[in-house]
């Protein structure tokens, strides 16, 4: 099976502006979950997604949103974007059904100048 | 809330020595807890859960409930074992998240 997928690898944006990540992913997987991976903090979860539903939200503010489609891929939107947003955004997939193994994809490198 | 402590952020052993990385948590209910590992450019890959009771590449994993530990260990460190070690607690209840520990970079000297 193919792995997960991001895209695109790498942004550059500027402060106040919006970006959209994407996330594809294992085949018959139907929870993706979100996190960012900075130095400082480490790996730090956003939110996941089930069958188009958010079941979960971490502690980030309501700048990061997200969403789910019916083929299970899933998007994250951050909007009115800060320096400290710069960081690698990680999307992990997994059956979904209870506590299963997350799969990571390779992430997207965020930079804000 | 749960809480995954790795208190070593660099582990440096030589090549052919044994290798303990540390893990400690905090979570009120029944931990289901992970291994995962980020070679150099490469994706956050799992290398161990508990619930397998699995050893892979020479790693294993015991989870301690009355000292709240579920160390890393290998009896022989290679070269290629050097990486960032993250260990992660995947909490349930319709939560299901995983919380990590800040990593271990495991350098193994030659």
């Known amino acids: 099976k193919a792995g997960v997928t991001q895209t695109p690898r790498y942004l550059i944006k500027t402060r106040g502006q919006q970006v959209t990540l994407s996330c594809s992913p294992i085949?018959?997987?139907?929870?993706v979950s979100w996190y960012q991976q900075t130095p400082g903090q480490g790996l730090q979860f956003l939110f996941e997604?089930?069958?188009?539903?958010?079941?979960n939200k971490g502690n980030f503010p309501g700048r990061f949103s997200g969403r789910q489609f019916s083929n299970s891929r899933s998007e994250m939107n951050v909007s009115t974007l800060e320096l400290g947003d710069s960081a690698l955004y990680l999307c992990?997939?997994?059956?979904?059904?209870?506590?299963?193994?997350?799969?990571f994809g390779p992430g997207t490198r965020l930079l804000v100048l | 809330a749960q809480r995954v402590t790795q208190p070593e952020k660099l582990l440096s052993v030589f090549k052919g020595a044994p290798v303990e990385l540390k893990c400690n948590y905090s979570?009120?209910?029944?931990?289901?807890l992970f291994w995962y590992v980020q070679y150099s450019r490469q994706r956050l890959q799992l290398l161990l859960r508990?619930?397998s009771r699995e050893s892979i590449k020479g790693f294993t994993a015991d989870l301690n409930k009355g000292e709240t530990s579920f160390h890393l260990k290998k009896p022989f460190a290679q070269e290629e074992d050097s990486a960032m070690y993250y260990c992660?607690?995947?909490?349930?209840?319709?939560?299901?998240?995983?919380?990590f520990g800040k990593g271990t970079k495991l350098s193994v000297i030659p």
């Open positions: 508990h619930i």
């Open positions: 979570y009120s209910g029944s931990p289901e």
């Open positions: 992660a607690l995947l909490s349930g209840a319709g939560s299901y998240q995983l919380t």
């Open positions: 997604y089930f069958s188009e539903t958010q079941r």
């Open positions: 085949s018959g997987h139907r929870s």
């Open positions: 992990a997939s997994s059956l979904g059904a209870g506590l299963e193994t997350q799969y």
